[in-house]
């Protein structure tokens, strides 16, 4: 047998990777169950191992299914753990040797590599009545450009965790105007959902700020920020 071996399995709740050296063992677990598709770990993640797959071609309204990433090329994973630190929903899991890495004992973590998160934990629900735990580190602005709204999609409030985004019914009334979504800012944690769920680009989510404190390794974590802050798939093929 040679090493490293790599192997990766994907079920309905987990996707898997785990590389097999001589004398240790790696292992990243995603919990399909936890995810909600905000693409923070593929827009974060060094190596760009991660990604959210090609979902305009797959199909024209998107679900959260089909927004949730996958570790598409276990090769270039490196297990650095920054997609486990980054993630808002603690989807993501590091095993070493078998045993889960606490996020503390993360080496990037322990090594001051990154800062400290800022973080407010939250209980949230979605449109659906799915409550879920976020970690809200960062703040934004959402707009929303109608004119480019694909109408009667509802993507962006069918995948919103949080259910900020919502679709008011039209208007009876020939000339009243009723926007295609509306968004609620007090319930929005940035999180990314939307924008990486909407087919047209119309929802544009802009994140202002990281919330963190402490030491970090500029060299890392310059370019990470500016990776996180980076929301539209389509614009980032055009650059």
């Not at 050296?21 to 919990?31: A, C, G, Y």
């Not at 949080?162 to 968004?183: F, L």
């Amino acid at each position: 047998m040679s090493f490293p071996k790599i192997s990766r399995s994907i079920s309905k709740d987990i996707e898997h990777v785990k590389v097999q050296f001589l004398t240790e063992s790696l292992e990243l677990i995603l919990d399909r169950t936890k995810c909600v598709g905000c693409g923070t770990c593929a827009r974060v993640c060094p190596k760009e191992a991660i990604s959210r797959g090609p979902v305009a071609a797959a199909r024209r309204f998107p679900n959260m299914e089909d927004i949730i990433p996958e570790i598409y090329d276990p090769k270039l994973c490196v297990f650095c753990g920054t997609c486990v630190v980054m993630c808002p929903f603690s989807a993501l899991t590091l095993k070493k040797d078998g045993e889960f890495i606490e996020l503390n004992d993360i080496q990037i973590v322990k090594e001051n590599v990154v800062p400290k998160l800022e973080f407010e934990a939250k209980k949230i629900k979605d449109n659906a009545g799915i409550e879920r735990i976020a970690k809200i580190y960062v703040d934004g602005e959402v707009d929303i450009v109608d004119p480019e709204c694909a109408g009667g999609c509802e993507a962006c409030a069918d995948v919103c965790p949080s259910g900020a985004i919502t679709v008011p019914e039209k208007s009876d009334k020939g000339w009243e105007t009723v926007p295609n979504v509306v968004v609620d800012p007090k319930k929005c944690i940035f999180c990314g959902s939307c924008d990486n769920a909407c087919p047209t680009g119309a929802v544009k989510l802009k994140i202002t700020d990281v919330k963190s404190s402490g030491d970090f390794s500029e060299l890392f974590w310059e370019p990470l920020l500016k990776r996180i802050k980076t929301l539209r798939w389509s614009e980032q093929k055009e650059e």
